[in-house]
């Protein structure tokens, strides 16, 4: 019958497609696992660098506090040699105070180097954070887009199945056509089998057309609507500028008003 050989075709077409667009996502998720491997191994890295810039702080802390230790040595060298001691000549007092000196500059730029080398690492710490949070979103986009695609997947299955059965039906309505002897109960079943389809394809159809009707309505009257908004706002358009000048011009005559009245009040009565 020209009606079940359109229908199988139609069916049998229907499940190529399903299984090119699974072949396709089948192809997607295997991009996308490999994405969500390579980003899990670009987190791992920079969560090795985040461990490796926090391991680098303590020692660089331990030693600026050593050399703000040593400006503090040097600081109290310098104010217990601030007044020359009993004995000593001045040319001798006045060399060990330029030394002492020397020595709390010194220690201030060692220490000031020192605290530097903290502050240098602690921004790469902060980098090397941001490094694993950006890893971190990357893991999630990828492992998302994996959901995603396996979704999709899954999703075919109910409808594989459905134009499974479809086409299991008519080809057991085929069997039952061309068996030969021909039963008459079988043939009416199955007559009642493809007119109980053609109704439902008739229903369906008429539905889609009523939907379509009603969408097109729908349509002219959004249509309709937006032009009636374009004019609204273009009258709106027109209408703000003589707003302006008339505010404008209001502002003007209350400032005038006011400084008549003020120099009223300065006049006296």
Request: glycine fraction near 2%; aromatic fraction near 2%; charge should be negative.
């Amino acid at each position: 019958m020209p009606y079940l050989e359109q229908e199988t075709a139609r069916l049998q077409t229907a499940l190529q497609a399903l299984a090119a667009q699974q072949t396709t996502l089948t192809t997607q998720l295997t991009t996308q696992q490999q994405a969500v491997t390579a980003a899990q191994a670009q987190r791992s890295h920079a969560q090795n660098g985040l461990a490796q810039a926090q391991a680098r702080i303590p020692p660089l802390q331990a030693a600026a506090a050593a050399a703000d230790a040593q400006v503090a040595e040097a600081q109290q060298d310098l104010l217990d040699t601030s007044e020359p001691p009993q004995g000593i000549p001045p040319a001798t007092w006045r060399a060990r105070l330029a030394a002492l000196r020397k020595k709390l500059a010194e220690a201030k730029t060692a220490a000031t180097a020192a605290h530097a080398r903290v502050t240098e690492a602690q921004q790469g710490v902060a980098q090397a954070q941001a490094q694993v949070r950006a890893a971190d979103v990357q893991v999630s986009a990828a492992t998302a887009a994996v959901q995603a695609t396996q979704a999709a997947i899954a999703a075919l299955q109910p409808r594989r199945q459905e134009l499974q059965a479809m086409l299991a039906e008519i080809e057991r309505m085929n069997a039952e056509i061309t068996r030969d002897p021909l039963a008459r109960e079988v043939l009416q079943q199955v007559a009642a089998d493809l007119s109980a389809r053609t109704t439902t394809l008739e229903d369906t159809l008429l539905t889609t057309r009523f939907e379509l009707e009603d969408a097109e309505t729908f349509l002219a009257s959004v249509i309709t609507r937006r032009n009636e908004l374009t004019t609204l706002l273009a009258d709106l358009a027109r209408q703000i500028p003589e707003a302006e000048a008339q505010q404008a011009a209001a502002q003007q005559a209350l400032a005038a008003a006011e400084a008549e009245v003020g120099t009223h009040l300065q006049d006296g009565p």
